[in-house]
């Protein structure tokens, strides 16, 4: 006999369910109670990825619904793969994906590590550092635009006072090698509190027996950190190493309202370039291509990734 | 019986009057841009819904979302618009899509000539294929690109006095491009009433059409043009041709001495802002607002000066403004086309004039009285005279998205030379072009 999860909830359904609707066998119930999810996810996730793929090999256009559509074959993915700007944009979102983490993690994982160290007024402390991932992106984004305002703006006068240079005499979002820092500090202030919640958890579910035996074998802050406190919270980290990656490489909103993707095309994200070509050019067999290129790439990496997370958990 | 067979009429024609006046009382959405004109035209159409019987709905969406938000709507076949103000790029693809009603049948009918609205607005605004009498809009609003000033501070006479031992004339209004940068120059970062001020606010903009109708406002005069022959998309040696480069590496220049810092993303409000908090001596920006900027408290009136598009190798200026179509998916044409008939009297288009809304119609235009009738009248004759517009065609968003890449590149974010943005220009309108059918 087959042993599904069907049948295990087959198993599990108390025979009086299925004695109440007559003709039906425990399978049959156990289907019925599943189908709506299998619709819905077929409906909503697996039709349009086909009808993507579909679609990735034409020259369908959605305003144009009226032209006809002709399969094209493999020249969509040979024009993006060809294509040097769609290089330029993939080059911008791993700059911005590489960065972010990076300092994400480094901060976050500091903050955890302090806020973890039990003081007076830590609670205040972790609300307010919180705060700042509780705001829409779209705010954060406006909210940005005015503290990098070469002429009004905090942060010109910030490192105006500290470094002694004139607040007007860089910008931050109109330069061209600022502008994709500036992506990256906005993103860190934002989202490292959410590194930092799950570092955090990390830290406390490490039971105090373990460093109370460390002291017992005389073992140095330094070293407990390296061989307890490190390993316990790997699998953490990389938790929210794959979330922030995840949300990153899709990252929109936060860079459309602060750099608009520019100047020129400087911080022109793939998800930025993919919403230009679907719904401003409405190239949409052409954008098709570019989001199964997009997702083979997120969705081959994100395996990999998740597979070396288990192994890190299983250790 | 006579008085049974009068009260029975009485009632036919009561009924029947009810009955009309029940089914042509209709409610129409008008769809355009969130700015100034439009107030005008919520003020306008007051008269009409009198005359009428219909009720009017304005849906009026801010300038960077405007052609986004409404293609979609037209893409999708959508009744939001009975009533649709759009651009003047877009009519390629609303005649071609089907989304616009073609209105020649109707201008028959009803007597409506073309003839009595300027040729280059109905050029511009009405036809497609272009210049063939195919109309599928009446043109609504005319607009141009052009200039204000501070005429306060160019009246100053240490202002003048520095001007004059700088550039050995007198300053004034720029005639020429050159001019305009000369200007452009001398204010930037000069001390005014005890504040830093900037030479000119131009259009920076990337997401929308910014920095394409800012730098073709310099290109045109320098000698741009999309075409050798037009309709033969033959663009080699027109769009990069010597003078096309010469007007974008002129746009540069302008934007790398003589803008405020941080101007690398800026289009119409932007301008408006730099120049209402006395950020900048000049800035351009669509004939559209020169109501509202005359008005303003602070920096209008005897303030404020305007100024057409200095010309170089010629005279021109970049083309705004648009005309009024019915939507093809609306129930209510019958109603629509009874809202353009009444906008294209005489009468109405002298009151949209004199509200701020800008008429196309040669009895307003051609009234000896027009050029005197505010500061910024007779600049807008001028403009008129000298317009070009970008592609009409029904892929303009992707040629307009693609100059927009280009000339971004280039003027904010250094990249390349001027030659090579244009080169590549072509390369991209040649694919788009090529995918069309067209070449």
Not at chain 1, 225 to 239: A, D, E, R
Not at chain 1, 247 to 255: G, I, P
Not at chain 2, 71 to 98: H, T
Not at chain 2, 346 to 356: A, C, R, T, Y
């Amino acid at each position: 006999m087959s042993d599904t999860p069907i049948d295990r909830v087959a198993k599990a359904t108390p025979p009086s369910v299925a004695s109440k609707i007559r003709g039906l066998s425990d399978r049959a119930i156990a289907w019925l109670f599943v189908l709506p999810t299998i619709f819905l996810l077929l409906a909503v996730n697996i039709f349009p990825l086909i009808w993507t793929i579909n679609l990735s090999f034409t020259n369908f256009r959605a305003n144009r619904p009226n032209r006809e559509v002709d399969y094209i074959g493999l020249r969509n993915y040979e024009r993006i793969l060809t294509d040097e700007d769609i290089w330029l944009t993939m080059q911008a979102t791993a700059h911005f994906l590489f960065w972010t983490i990076f300092f994400q993690v480094l901060i976050g994982f500091t903050l955890a590590w302090l806020i973890n160290r039990k003081f007076k007024g830590n609670d205040l402390w972790t609300t307010l550092i919180v705060l700042p991932m509780m705001l829409s992106p779209a705010v954060v984004g406006n909210f940005w635009t005015f503290l990098y305002q070469p002429q009004i703006g905090l942060f010109n006068y910030g490192i105006s006072f500290l470094t002694g240079i004139d607040p007007s005499s860089f910008q931050m979002i109109g330069d061209v090698t600022l502008a994709p820092w500036s992506i990256v500090i906005v993103d860190t202030w934002m989202w490292t509190p959410f590194v930092m919640l799950i570092c955090l958890a990390g830290l406390r579910s490490i039971p105090d027996y373990i460093y109370e035996a460390a002291e017992i074998d005389r073992a140095s802050q330094w070293r407990q950190f390296w061989t307890i406190t490190i390993p316990m919270v790997l699998p953490f980290l990389m938790l929210a190493v794959l979330f922030r990656g995840i949300e990153n490489f899709k990252m929109f909103d936060l860079v459309v309202q602060l750099t608009g993707g520019g100047p020129g095309s400087i911080t022109e994200l793939t998800s930025i370039n993919l919403k230009r070509e679907a719904f401003e050019k409405w190239r949409t067999g052409y954008a098709s291509a570019y989001a199964i290129i997009l997702f083979v790439t997120v969705f081959g990496l994100a395996s990999i990734y998740v597979k070396a997370l288990n192994k890190v958990k299983e250790r | 019986m006579k008085s049974a067979k009068l009260l029975a009429a009485t009632a036919f024609v009561a009924a029947s009057g009810l009955n009309v006046s029940l089914a042509s009382a209709d409610e129409l959405t008008l769809c355009w841009a969130a700015w100034d004109p439009a107030n005008a035209l919520v003020e306008l159409s007051k008269e009409f819904e009198t005359q009428s019987g219909h009720t009017m709905k304005f849906e009026f969406v801010p300038w960077p979302n405007f052609a986004d938000r409404m293609l979609n709507e037209l893409n999708s076949g959508g009744k939001l618009c009975d009533l649709l103000i759009g651009d003047s790029q877009w009519i390629g693809g609303g005649a071609e899509n089907g989304h616009y009603v073609k209105l020649n049948e109707f201008f028959d009918k009803e007597g409506i000539s073309m003839d009595d609205f300027a040729p280059a607005t109905v050029y511009a605004y009405s036809t497609w294929p272009k210049g063939t009498p195919n109309y599928y809009a009446l043109p609504a609003m005319g607009d141009a690109n052009g200039w204000f000033y501070r005429k306060d501070w160019f009246a100053k006479p240490e202002i003048q006095e520095a001007f004059k031992a700088e550039h050995g004339r007198d300053l004034a209004p720029p005639k020429t491009q050159m001019e305009l940068l000369q200007v452009a120059k001398f204010f930037q970062g000069r001390e005014i009433d005890g504040q830093k001020r900037y030479g000119a606010a131009i259009f920076t903009e990337r997401g929308s059409e910014g920095i394409t109708m800012g730098a073709t406002s310099a290109m045109y005069p320098f000698g741009f043009k999309y075409e050798n022959t037009p309709g033969k998309y033959d663009m080699e040696g027109a769009v990069n041709s010597a003078d096309a480069v010469a007007g974008l590496e002129f746009y540069k220049e302008l934007y790398k001495t003589s803008t405020p810092p941080g101007y690398t993303d800026s289009y119409m409000e932007q301008s408006l802002d730099a120049f209402k908090s006395g950020q900048v001596a000049m800035a351009m920006n669509w004939f559209a607002f020169f109501p509202g900027l005359y008005a303003d408290p602070d920096t209008g009136g005897d303030k404020i000066g305007f100024f057409v598009n200095p010309g170089q190798l010629k005279e021109a200026s970049t083309l705004g403004g648009q005309g009024i179509s019915v939507v093809a998916y609306s129930d209510k044409q019958d109603a629509a086309l009874e809202y353009i008939k009444w906008f294209a009297q005489p009468s109405v288009q002298k009151k949209w004039w004199s509200l701020g809304g800008y008429s196309c119609h040669v009895s307003v235009l051609n009234d000896p009285n027009f050029a005197d009738s505010a500061p910024f009248a007779a600049d807008f004759l001028l403009a008129m005279d000298g317009v070009m517009d970008f592609w009409q065609e029904p892929a303009y968003a992707e040629l307009l998205l693609a100059m927009q890449k280009r000339l971004h590149d280039y003027v904010v974010a250094d990249k390349g030379t001027a030659q090579e943005a244009l080169d590549k220009l072509i390369e991209d309108w040649t694919e788009v072009f090529e995918d069309e059918g067209k070449l």
